[in-house]
């Protein structure tokens, strides 16, 4: 499994998007099954707000498999709380923390991402580095 963030969301979906071309490449050469949590796909669709034709190719997407939204529960609530205060200082967002957590939970270390500066630091367990694609 690869967890996927907003941002790659966004730019597979929105052709003008700076990492368009980037995400559709390595998006086409990802061959394990991709999920993200529901705090990434309400972001991705407050970027698209302008583009209700992207965020309707981002839910067709959802329908068809291309991705999977991978759960989260009360008992994904500390560990969320934890990493926002452990990484305050990046100021770290839902949407990161909620993915952090997912990954810890889901023994899951690969990350497709353009937020490269923030997940490069970010550490699964307190220990583990991510892969980060593209």
Request: proline fraction near 4%; include cysteine; hydrophobic fraction near 45%.
């Amino acid at each position: 499994m690869i967890l996927v963030d907003a941002g790659p969301l966004v730019a597979l979906v929105d052709a003008g998007d700076q990492y368009h071309e980037d995400c559709l490449l390595a998006f086409q050469q990802i061959r394990e099954p991709i999920g993200t949590v529901w705090p990434a796909m309400v972001e991705a669709m407050y970027f698209l707000s302008d583009l209700p034709m992207a965020q309707d190719r981002l839910w067709q997407m959802l329908e068809d498999g291309g991705y999977q939204i991978l759960g989260l529960g009360q008992q994904d609530i500390p560990r969320i709380r934890a990493l926002m205060r452990k990484y305050a200082d990046r100021q770290m967002g839902l949407v990161d923390a909620a993915l952090v957590a997912v990954a810890e939970r889901d023994h899951i270390d690969t990350i497709f991402t353009v937020d490269r500066k923030d997940f490069s630091v970010y550490r699964f367990h307190g220990r583990g580095r991510f892969k980060i694609i593209p």
